[in-house]
């Protein structure tokens, strides 16, 4: 690997945002959510940033693109597990969203190892569920560490996510498994 490139900068957002994790979990474990809350902010902001500037100025990359979503969802489990350990997600929840990441991880290795990589683009019910995800976090940090939310709305927030991860879930597994048997199923 040859000096750094401003080409490289994306990448180094990226592991300045998995660097993030830790500190985020830390003040979350300690009870600063106030702190917390920031911290995933900051968190956000940066990845919007090495996404405009890999995609502005075609700086992406294929480290950059598998970095990327290990960051993203680095920062949202480790939340979602932080939070459902505090008591302030349900666990059912916490389950629901790293068994969603487990199948949808296992059934493109799977995938992967059968068919060979899969071209396709994040589903419009994902992106939807990362946008819960992320409006949940945010909104529980919110709810601890600045001012108390209601709890019918963070109510309907939490089944919403429960929703959208689920429906996400199944929709991926349904999808490579149509993409499969059309192409490599029995003749």
């Known amino acids: 690997m040859g000096p750094l490139s401003v080409r490289d900068i994306p990448n180094l957002i990226t592991f300045f945002r998995i660097?993030?994790?830790?500190?985020?979990?830390?003040?979350?474990?300690?009870?600063?959510?106030?702190?917390?809350?920031?911290?995933?902010?900051?968190?956000?902001?940066?990845?919007?940033?090495?996404?405009?500037?890999?995609?502005?100025?075609?700086?992406?990359?294929?480290?950059?693109?598998?970095?990327?979503?290990?960051?993203?969802?680095l920062l949202l489990v480790s939340c979602y597990v932080?939070?459902?350990?505090?008591?302030?997600?349900?666990?059912?929840?916490?389950?629901?969203?790293?068994?969603?990441?487990?199948?949808?991880?296992?059934?493109?290795?799977?995938?992967?190892?059968?068919?060979?990589?899969?071209?396709?683009?994040p589903l419009l019910i994902s992106k939807l569920n990362t946008l819960l995800q992320l409006s949940l976090v945010v909104a529980l940090l919110f709810d601890q560490g600045l001012h108390a939310l209601p709890s019918w709305g963070l109510d309907a927030m939490i089944y919403g996510t429960l929703f959208t991860t689920v429906a996400s879930g199944a929709q991926y597994v349904l999808l490579w498994g149509r993409s499969y048997w059309r192409h490599e199923g029995p003749a």
Do not use: C, N
Not at 45 to 58: E, N, Q, R, T
Not at 96 to 104: N, S, Y
């Open 19 to 73: 660097v993030l994790v830790g500190p985020v979990i830390l003040t979350m474990t300690a009870g600063r959510f106030d702190w917390a809350l920031g911290l995933f902010i900051l968190a956000g902001v940066s990845d919007a940033i090495d996404g405009f500037l890999a995609k502005y100025f075609h700086w992406q990359s294929r480290l950059g693109s598998f970095l990327d979503p290990i960051a993203d969802k």
């Open 82 to 121: 932080t939070l459902g350990l505090k008591g302030l997600a349900p666990l059912w929840l916490v389950g629901a969203i790293v068994l969603r990441d487990l199948v949808i991880v296992a059934g493109a290795i799977a995938y992967y190892r059968l068919s060979g990589p899969y071209e396709g683009r």
